[in-house]
């Protein structure tokens, strides 16, 4: 399966993701957070090693800091992040980007996780059982319950998440994950 890697953001790509917001309000919602606990196969830093053009990713979490350093045109932050399969690591140097924009990054970030969850569900090593435990979700919402990220996640642990519904984050990953769970399905459907 041809896999690309996302353009610079002054190239001429005019790629879209579409997102799915919410599943049936009557149904409980998946959460997950770190990637040894409940769920955690939809964490960013849970072990799912993929390689595209030649680089293999651990991880997501990999994925979407190479990817964001390669969006600044930082390669040699790239280069050190593809030296280690450590995610903390990765997360740490994605904080020191040269040439780092937050403005564009927002407009890009969402859809750089979105191909890297795409990635890790169809072409990682484990791409067959994780691809079955997320269609296994059915059309559940999908909530990263981390405490302290209010963009990635909702900012609640599971534990609080329900009774603060009203002052939930972004749970930006939540939807990228759901949008590859739609995706996954709809090819399912034409494949079958």
């Known amino acids: 399966m041809p896999v690309t890697t996302i353009p610079h953001p002054n190239s001429s790509s005019s790629a879209s993701t579409s997102i799915s917001t919410s599943a049936t309000p009557s149904t409980k919602p998946v959460f997950f957070w770190k990637p040894n606990d409940g769920h955690g196969y939809l964490s ?88 079955r435990m997320l269609l296994a979700t059915d059309e559940r919402e999908l909530v990263e319950a981390s405490p302290s990220d209010r963009i990635w996640g909702v900012g609640f642990a599971e534990r609080n998440a329900q009774r603060n519904r009203h002052r939930w984050g972004q749970n930006l990953l939540g939807r990228a994950l759901m949008d590859v769970r739609t995706r996954l399905r709809e090819e399912g459907k034409k494949q079958g």
């Open 44 to 131: 960013q830093w849970y072990w799912s090693k993929f390689t595209v053009d030649n680089e293999t990713y651990a991880q997501a979490e990999m994925w979407m800091m190479v990817q964001k350093a390669r969006c600044f045109g930082d390669e040699k932050i790239a280069k050190q992040m593809l030296q280690t399969t450590n995610p903390k690591e990765h997360k740490d140097l994605g904080r020191q980007v040269r040439g780092f924009d937050a403005k564009v990054w927002d407009e890009r970030k969402l859809e750089i996780v979105t191909q890297g969850t795409y990635h890790k569900f169809t072409i990682s090593d484990d791409a067959e059982n994780l691809r």
